[in-house]
């Protein structure tokens, strides 16, 4: 029989795994981090709970959201009718920006500045090959609302990480 205690221990250990999913939109690798604890939890328990077929799957999901991340903020751009380099500014200038972000307020500015980053880019971009602000502000938009989605889909891709778990370790 599973007592309270170990009750309480799980939820609390899947609590943490969410606030570390969180961690996402401070720009951290929240899921890694949370798979991390899921592999303390799994080796205290002689990896009797997730199984190393989990593992992969588990493993290969936060591949995908980080592959995910990257680009889906410059496939948004160009099926939004960027050209190649409102695109380019995009992905650059949101990793830019989140570097920047970074140095400038630790943690949630890598998120705010890459945004912004996505933003800037693309409409430098834009502007500079066409010289038209109005397309240049389009792009740039779009680039925005990409890099969000990407964050989104990231922090998705990570809740079904914890999910699985859940399944996997409730008594």
Do not use: C, N
């Not at 309480?8 to 609590?15: A, D, E, S």
């Not at 409409?123 to 779009?142: C, H, N, P, S």
Request: hydrophobic share 65%.
């Amino acid at each position: 029989m599973v007592s309270v205690l170990q009750h309480t221990g799980l939820v609390l250990l899947y609590l943490l795994v969410l606030l570390t999913d969180i961690l996402i939109f401070a720009g951290l690798p929240g899921g890694w981090i949370g798979l991390g604890i899921i592999f303390i939890y799994d080796l205290a328990s002689k990896f009797a709970v997730v199984g190393w077929q989990w593992w992969i799957v588990l493993v290969v999901l936060l591949v995908v959201g980080e592959i995910i991340e990257a680009f889906l903020g410059t496939v948004v751009v160009l099926k939004k009718g960027a050209s190649k380099w409102g695109a380019v500014g995009a992905f650059a200038g949101g990793i830019i920006g989140a570097i920047l972000g970074t140095s400038v307020l630790p943690v949630i500015g890598s998120v705010i500045f890459g945004l912004l980053g996505a933003f800037a880019g693309a409409v430098l971009a834009e502007y500079i090959q066409y010289e038209r602000m109005d397309d240049a502000l389009k792009t740039g938009f779009w680039a925005f609302v990409g890099k969000l989605w990407a964050y989104m889909a990231k922090y998705a891709i990570a809740m079904a990480v914890l999910i699985i778990f859940i399944v996997r370790s409730w008594p």
